[in-house]
């Protein structure tokens, strides 16, 4: 969701993670399900729900004998809880996880510009949860979001491969947002934070693939799985 994104997720557990040998790596299971429908269409157009896909994924990786589950794409945490109702492994929330890390780890940030689909700026995905955390959130002007979606979905943009022309356009909007005030960035879309991937953008930024990566990582290395079970419903106290 895209499957360069969940790629890029992968590599960077393996990344994030210290070991010497193939055995000391963490065993992960990936279904790249390229059939879940576009979670911007059925959130801004009235498009088929993924719902139905996103569910069938879950269980699967939960019948392959996942611990827990991750969503690599920011939009679809908008479905998160009608995904972890199927399931019987916990869902880590990305957007939660993103949220309280700003909260703990960047308490004097108040402002932050978003760099998203439309889909998850017109839902409120993070602007809700954040302003419940007491920080502001800035959203890229009309015009500057057409740029955004153009980098994500358009023709020449990341979702059809390519990347270096889409990285400059979210470098010249993220830079608007930090002139408009936003001390840090969020990269509140997985083909953003890919887009940054080989080339850091010239302004603060959050990124939640990252997090959720690093989180993986400590989770699975503290041996967390039956545990996990019975904690499921906690993890998503106080959500949307």
Do not use: W
Not at 127 to 155: S, W
Not at 197 to 209: C, K, S, T, Y
């Amino acid at each position: 969701m895209g499957p360069q994104a969940t790629n890029y997720f992968c590599s960077l557990v393996t990344s994030l993670t210290s070991a010497s040998s193939d055995q000391e790596h963490i065993p992960v299971i990936t279904f790249n399900n390229s059939l879940i429908p576009s979670r911007h269409d059925a959130l801004v157009r009235g498009g088929v729900s993924p719902v139905p896909e996103l569910v069938k994924t879950a269980r699967v990786l939960e019948q392959a004998g996942a611990d827990f589950i991750l969503m690599p794409c920011n939009t679809a945490h908008f479905y998160i809880d009608d995904v972890a109702r199927a399931v019987c492994v916990p869902i880590i929330d990305m957007v939660q996880l993103t949220v309280d890390h700003i909260a703990d780890a960047m308490p004097q940030v108040r402002t932050i510009g978003i760099l998203a689909s439309s889909a998850s700026i017109d839902t409120g995905l993070y602007q809700r949860p954040l302003a419940d955390a007491g920080v502001v959130t800035l959203a890229p002007a009309p015009a500057n979001q057409h740029l955004v979606m153009e980098a994500i979905f358009g023709d020449q943009g990341i979702k059809a491969g390519c990347v270096t022309s889409p990285r400059q356009s979210l470098f010249a909007v993220g830079q608007t947002l930090i002139d408009s005030g936003a001390e840090v960035v969020l990269a509140a879309c997985t083909e953003v934070s890919l887009a940054f991937r080989d080339e850091p953008p010239p302004f603060p930024l959050v990124d939640p693939l990252i997090l959720l990566a690093q989180t993986a990582v400590d989770r699975a290395r503290a041996g967390c799985g039956a545990h996990d079970r019975e904690i499921k419903h906690s993890l998503h106290s106080g959500r949307r």
